[in-house]
């Protein structure tokens, strides 16, 4: 069992190394003009040890998603009993803003790592595949628990989509000059906003009144 619990840290170990190389890489020349086998050569393993850990070129930058998913799998199992999905998911939005975690959207050094994802289709088009393998993972986390397949996927379309733009209310503030501390400190409320619209539904939400109706 200790044998398992030190190569499973090594092989953390390794994946970190690797990604943290190519990122450097990807940073100073662009994703599109990176081979694997320059990372490979730069972390010093084979390019077979590169796939092993990641199949995707993309996944080396974009490495975060498996930890993201995992988080939010173990917030769903572990809640407490009589607390909601909506509640332990908040509540874990907050720690990651609170713990400064790169997958609250607020972090320095953010900016450049942006502007590479966007000049890369590449890239963009696997985050919008993350994006929907995120969704899978929460449908078949609450199909898990009972939910029926439909409201299964109806919970995990409005949930991934919260999730996804509390991110981006955070990147699109940074990339608009605001400082981190600034964002960080409204980020909070973002959030509360975000599942309180998820928790209440829309409501009334946007109805018109007959005054501001524009005149036929």
Do not use: C
């Amino acid at each position: 069992m200790a044998e398992q619990g030190l190569r499973e840290l090594k092989k953390q170990a390794t994946r970190k190394h690797i990604s943290k190389v190519a990122v450097g890489l990807f940073l100073a020349r662009g994703f599109d003009n990176v081979t694997v086998a320059e990372v490979a050569a730069a972390a010093g393993v084979s390019k077979m040890t590169v796939f092993t850990h990641f199949p995707r070129k993309e996944d080396m930058f974009l490495n975060r998603f498996t930890e993201f998913v995992a988080g939010v799998e173990r917030v769903l199992a572990g809640r407490a009993e009589g607390e909601s999905i909506v509640t332990a998911l908040r509540g874990h939005q907050h720690h990651l803003l609170a713990t400064g975690n790169a997958l609250s959207g607020v972090f320095q050094g953010l900016v450049p790592l942006w502007r590479v994802l966007q000049a890369s289709p590449a890239l963009a088009g696997r985050m919008h595949e993350q994006t929907a393998q995120m969704r899978e993972a929460l449908t078949e986390a609450l199909k898990a628990e009972s939910v029926d397949p439909t409201t299964a996927r109806l919970f995990a379309t409005q949930i991934t989509a919260t999730m996804a733009s509390i991110f981006e209310a955070a990147v699109d503030r940074i990339l608009e000059g605001v400082p981190i501390e600034e964002v960080r400190l409204r980020q909070a409320r973002v959030i509360d906003e975000a599942f309180d619209l998820l928790e209440n539904g829309m409501g009334d939400y946007g109805a018109r009144s007959r005054a501001s109706m524009p005149a036929r």
